[in-house]
């Protein structure tokens, strides 16, 4: 389409909304990335300002995400149900909806443990924590930036063993703990970091769901502390007491 000059529609409106009913239509596909700027400049027949203008409104409304060097792409929305009982564990929360799901560890640390982790666990301010950073994915699309919070004493191995095992629940097997259950979780909600964002590819407009948890062995004894992050336009929390 070509804008219309001397509509009384600013022109770079008239942009935004030709680009908002390609991608209402599915011309351009979830996780898709838009044209250059210089290209849409010429496509529309205007400048890169305009152009960067309708971008910014298309971001604003949630329908974009824009990553500083890579592009400007159509963000993937997708509603997963992360639901909270007494065992929460993604690899089942995702196959109970036949969904495909994939964790990717994105950091692996030991750092002194702070205030709410120490309290959490039974541990003193400043011991050593075991935190694995870990990228949660459902069907593709970043869903669950997750920070595992464990005792270093305890089980100062596991880290190997999970890049080993590729799962908690089984390394933990692997280190003595037969199973665990949740004892408390709770759910705040927030604006995403820069860094946030990126990893869960989600636009600006977009807040975070935080759910703070509490993970305890069989003897009832501390065992994780967790703190997921869910981009709010890809989950819904479902309270399921006793599940």
Do not use: C
């Amino acid at each position: 389409m070509t804008v219309a000059r001397g509509s009384g529609v600013a022109l770079w409106k008239q942009i935004a909304e030709a680009l908002a009913g390609e991608i209402a239509s599915n011309a351009l596909r979830p996780s898709e990335r838009l044209p250059t700027e210089g290209d849409l400049a010429t496509r529309f027949g205007v400048n890169r300002h305009t152009v960067r203008r309708a971008v910014q409104t298309l971001e604003d409304r949630g329908l974009v995400r824009v990553e500083q060097g890579r592009g400007t792409f159509v963000t993937a929305d997708t509603l997963y149900d992360y639901r909270l009982g007494d065992r929460v564990r993604f690899t089942d929360l995702v196959a109970r909806q036949a969904r495909r799901g994939q964790g990717e560890l994105v950091a692996a640390t030991v750092e002194p443990a702070g205030a709410a982790a120490a309290a959490a666990l039974d541990l003193r301010e400043g011991a050593p924590l075991v935190v694995l950073e870990i990228l949660s994915r459902v069907d593709g699309l970043p869903v669950t930036l997750g920070r595992h919070g464990f005792s270093g004493v305890r089980f100062p191995t596991l880290a190997d063993v999970y890049l080993e095992e590729g799962s908690i629940t089984r390394a933990l097997r692997r280190l003595g703990v037969p199973d665990y259950t949740r004892r408390r979780t709770t759910v705040t909600a927030r604006a995403a970091t820069p860094e946030e964002r990126e990893r869960l590819e989600m636009p600006r407009t977009v807040p975070l769901i935080v759910a703070e948890s509490l993970n305890v062995d069989p003897d009832g004894r501390p065992l994780e502390h967790g703190v997921a992050r869910f981009a709010a336009n890809r989950v819904q929390i479902v309270f399921e007491p006793g599940g």
